[in-house]
């Protein structure tokens, strides 16, 4: 048997995968197929075959770079071969590659209902860690389970520059990201995907990370505006990132184009489409975003080398969507001293942050901070053991309490 990862190799069996796993959607969950090609560009999508290259089982998973974690969306194996600890060999296999790769985690989100699989990743060594919502159709609980790796972490370290560190700077505990106008017009036009760009703006919403434009997406809508035209309605309202006059002479955007786009035929038809990409890519540079949410499959291909030389993530909408976990209005549970206890998000302005202050007797006197995001832990709906507040941006100020008294 062996495990083909690169995409040349697995591009063949793409067709039979996405079959296998729309067969099993009750197990597996359903993904388009559009999602197999942009994980497998990435060489996330490896392909057990046997001897006669005859397909045998897949596993499908993201690698979210920048936070050291691998999510495995689907384990499959043909019934056939089951038994033989196929499905076992590509955890493992994947478990190397993690460690290779500094990844300190592997998760996997399993319905609670799925005994077997539950059973699986229990043997390969995933610890149930807590319980959350699933989808509105479905109404399952999900089974957070995570592997833990032997990954030493000072291995990250080297992603840091840490030489001009002094503790008077201010911790961003966020993440910027960019989306493409394609993301956009997915949602306008309600394409098969959209809810899953909904789902991110949605979490972008709740403060888990900021979504920005670039000017490049002004100008391009500028040039292809219709009248009326609902695109550019929207982008007025989304943050944009700052404008430089001349961006084509920055060394981001002469070193993007030597080493990742190389030489641009401008008499071709697709040279504007290029180079647009490169300024989107270069005002990710020059604002330290973390990533560019985009469905360009060019883009995509690039997005390891790109990462490794400037530490940018190019992601499609819906491997963001796993490695963010964007399933909004869930709720996490975990058992802790054999009852449950529930956490909640919250934002400020809202009544639910008031009352739960009002049971610790606090009050926004007591806790001086400009603006608020807190997770809140419930047993019932009228006890509130634990809350934590702190402001979105400095982890500094970070204050947690328990009954009345400050931790």
């Excluded at 647009?276 to 975003?289: A, E, G, I, M, P």
């Excluded at 909640?344 to 009002?358: E, G, H, M, P, V």
Aim: charged content about 25%.
């Amino acid at each position: 048997m062996e495990i083909l990862k690169t995409y040349d190799k697995v591009l063949p069996y793409i067709d039979m995968v996405s079959n296998e796993a729309d067969k099993n959607n009750i197990n597996l969950g359903f993904l388009p197929k559009c999602v197999y090609h942009q994980l497998g560009m990435k060489d996330c999508l490896w392909v057990l075959v046997d001897d006669k290259t005859q397909y045998i089982g897949h596993i499908l998973f993201s690698h979210a770079i920048s936070k050291s974690k691998i999510t495995v969306q689907q384990t499959y194996v043909l019934p056939q071969f089951r038994g033989l600890g196929c499905a076992k060999q590509l955890v493992e296999e994947l478990k190397v590659y993690g460690e290779r790769q500094q990844v300190t985690e592997l998760i996997a989100n399993v319905a609670d209902d799925l005994r077997e699989a539950n059973e699986f990743y229990n043997c390969v060594g995933f610890i149930a860690v807590m319980q959350k919502d699933g989808g509105q159709t479905t109404k399952r609980k999900i089974n957070v389970r995570i592997a833990y790796l032997d990954t030493p972490t000072l291995f990250s370290l080297k992603r840091h520059n840490i030489g001009n560190f002094t503790y008077e700077q201010p911790i961003n505990t966020f993440h910027k990201y960019v989306m493409d106008l394609n993301i956009l017009l997915d949602l306008i036009k309600k394409r098969q995907n959209y809810k899953d760009v909904a789902g991110i703006i949605k979490c972008s919403f709740n403060g888990n990370f900021k979504l920005f434009i670039t000017p490049e997406a002004k100008q391009e809508i500028d040039r292809n505006a219709m009248t009326p035209d609902p695109l550019a309605e929207l982008v007025k309202n989304i943050p944009m990132l700052p404008s430089y006059v001349e961006i084509e002479k920055t060394e981001e955007y002469n070193a993007l184009k030597q080493k990742i786009f190389g030489i641009i035929d401008l008499s071709s038809k697709s040279s504007i489409h290029k180079i647009s990409d490169l300024k989107h890519v270069t005002y990710c540079l020059l604002n330290k975003c973390s990533g560019f949410i985009t469905r360009d499959e060019n883009l995509l291909k690039k997005s390891p080398e790109i990462f490794n030389l400037y530490g940018v993530e190019i992601l499609s909408p819906e491997e963001f969507a796993i490695n963010e976990d964007c399933i909004t209005g869930s709720n996490t549970v975990i058992n802790f001293d054999n009852s449950k206890y529930m956490f909640k998000n919250i934002s400020d302005n809202t009544a639910l942050l008031n009352d739960y202050l009002q049971n610790f007797n606090i009050t926004r006197q007591n806790v001086p901070l400009p603006t608020f995001s807190g997770v809140l832990i419930e047993a019932d709906r009228n006890y509130y053991p634990a809350c934590a507040v702190w402001t979105k941006l400095i982890k500094s100020n970070c204050k947690a309490f328990y009954g009345n008294r400050k931790i």
